[in-house]
């Protein structure tokens, strides 16, 4: 769902063409003794060390997933010897272009990158990061998380995962069909299980966080019976297992979790020209490509996810953990652009409703979500999808969960995706806004919004630290100049979403 900003991927896009190379010379005293050189259960790496910070890039914590190990669960990386330069970023895993991007055809792409501060300390809470991206786009390089780090004395690792056809795909009779990716994340966590205390950090205390698909890949792990003991926190950013996305059909929404037989039929109906699986493992990326956003829906009924994790959610069978769990105000303001990038004339709008919801329910919104006047009706449709697609689900996940919440509603931060339309009234709050405050993309922020990035890094690390963020609401609004309590289910409506059932398959 995520993308990530052209300025942003440039130099992890110049690196995913090449594999970098093991240097072989032994490190210096200087070195280890600055923190420089790690030694990890597979060999030492060497990172980048400044006044204030380590950091340490491409990390394999898998085998290359290539030839037989495509479509297969992660393997263990293979030892070396010597020292591997660890000072560049991981690559970005095979993906098409999106927003943008021209995308990548390395398929060589299990590293993840570690954040430290620079002074030695006692173990440190770890932080891992799930990247969003639909599933199917966004790189772990491209987060600098310098200021969780040193702010919260705190180590961060973030992961990436196979996406698309390569980490969801599905066929009949391959075992793990539709959750290579969520192994993925599995692996990446058991080597932070291995490997915490090296860098300083603490086993005992990591927290796994996402944002939209790494939101959804949390909830996934919470679900997940291999995820047992991986982590002790979850924080899960505009990604509740519930959230719901139009469907082929008016009327008819559905979450991301696909049953593994939905999933293994779409892989069989591909127009790939392969009869099997050894011919389907053979094609180059390039040929894979052309469906990959068809496999952007993680399995149920699997190894990894035995069941939805939206129902595991609703019937109490999530690992039982603190979990933080929050969304932005105005979610959904990016899709209607995207999908809609000219106005809306508001005499159409109570069609394109009833196309949403179907012509039973589309009085009811209408009434509820009157059009404003101001000729377009882009800005209402994108409220009506926030709040029954994002919003209250994520409310619905506090409830249950009885977890401490926030809303990013900062309406003038900068925009984290290139190129985007006009859009009424501006894209406000929209979807990922919170990351240009939670990671250092470079993006200009005013004096508040840096206040704004500091009360909430201090409070993400917070939590990682405790399981509390420090606030007393059950839902912390958070903007510039403007933090405190929201009053989130009335705001968005969620009674009458709640009542009209509009969450999940209908």
């Known amino acids: 769902m995520a993308r990530i900003p052209a300025v942003a991927v440039a130099a992890a896009l110049a690196l995913a063409a090449i594999q970098v190379p093991v240097a072989h010379a032994d490190s210096s005293m200087s070195s280890e003794s600055d923190g420089r050189v790690v030694k990890t259960d597979k060999g030492a790496v060497s990172g980048t060390v400044t006044s204030t910070y380590r950091t340490f890039g491409n990390i394999p914590f898998a085998a290359a997933p290539v030839g037989e190990n495509r479509w297969r669960d992660p393997q263990p990386a293979a030892p070396w010897q010597g020292v591997r330069d660890a000072t560049t970023p991981s690559p970005l895993c095979a993906q098409a272009p999106a927003l943008g991007l021209p995308g990548s055809v390395v398929e060589d792409c299990l590293y993840l990158n570690v954040t430290t501060p620079a002074q030695r300390s006692k173990p440190r809470p770890v932080m891992v990061w799930i990247h969003g991206g639909g599933f199917t786009s966004g790189a772990a390089g491209t987060y600098d998380a310098r200021w969780l780090a040193t702010k919260n004395d705190a180590v961060v690792v973030t992961v990436n995962y196979r996406l698309g056809v390569f980490g969801f795909f599905g066929y009949p009779g391959l075992p793990g069909s539709g959750t290579f990716g969520l192994a ?120 990894v996810l035995p069941i939805d994790p939206l129902v595991a959610q609703n019937t109490g069978r999530l690992h039982r953990v603190p979990t933080m769990i929050g969304s932005t105000h105005d979610e959904a303001t990016v899709f209607v652009g995207l999908a809609e990038p000219a106005p809306i004339p508001e005499s159409t709008y109570r069609a394109r409703i009833a196309g949403l919801y179907g012509e039973t329910l589309a009085d009811q919104v209408v009434a509820r979500y009157p059009v404003n006047g101001n000729g377009d009706a882009r800005d209402e449709i994108a409220t009506v999808l926030t709040d029954g697609s994002l919003a209250c689900p994520s409310q619905d996940a506090r409830r249950r969960l009885k977890a401490p919440g926030y809303e990013f509603a900062d309406t003038d931060v900068p925009m984290f995706f290139p190129d985007m339309p006009p859009f009424p009234g501006g894209y406000r709050a929209y979807h990922a806004a919170e990351l240009p405050v939670l990671f250092d993309f470079g993006l200009p922020l005013s004096p508040g919004q840096r206040e704004l990035s ?42 009458f979403w709640g009542s009209s059932d509009f969450w999940g398959e209908q």
């Open 184 to 303: 993925d994340q599995q692996a990446a966590l058991r080597w932070v299980q291995r490997n915490a205390r090296a860098f300083g950090g603490d086993s005992s205390n990591v927290t796994v966080f996402g944002e939209s698909a790494g939101g959804l890949s949390v909830c996934a792990q919470l679900a997940s019976p291999g995820a047992a003991g991986l982590f002790g926190k979850a924080i899960i950013q505009s990604g509740a297992c519930g959230t719901t996305f139009p469907g082929r059909e008016p009327g008819r929404f559905a979450t991301q979790w696909r049953s593994r037989a939905e999933v293994e039929r779409t892989g069989a109906a591909q127009p790939l020209g392969c009869p099997d699986l050894a011919c389907l493992r053979a094609l180059p990326v390039s040929k894979l490509l052309p469906v990959h956003s068809a496999f952007a829906f993680p399995a149920f009924g699997t190894r």
């Open 454 to 495: 500091d009360y909430m890094v201090r409070a993400w690390g917070r939590f990682a630290r405790t399981g509390d963020p420090g606030w007393r609401a059950e839902v912390q609004s958070l903007a510039a100049g403007a933090v405190g309590p929201a009053d989130f289910a009335k705001d968005h409506q969620c009674g």
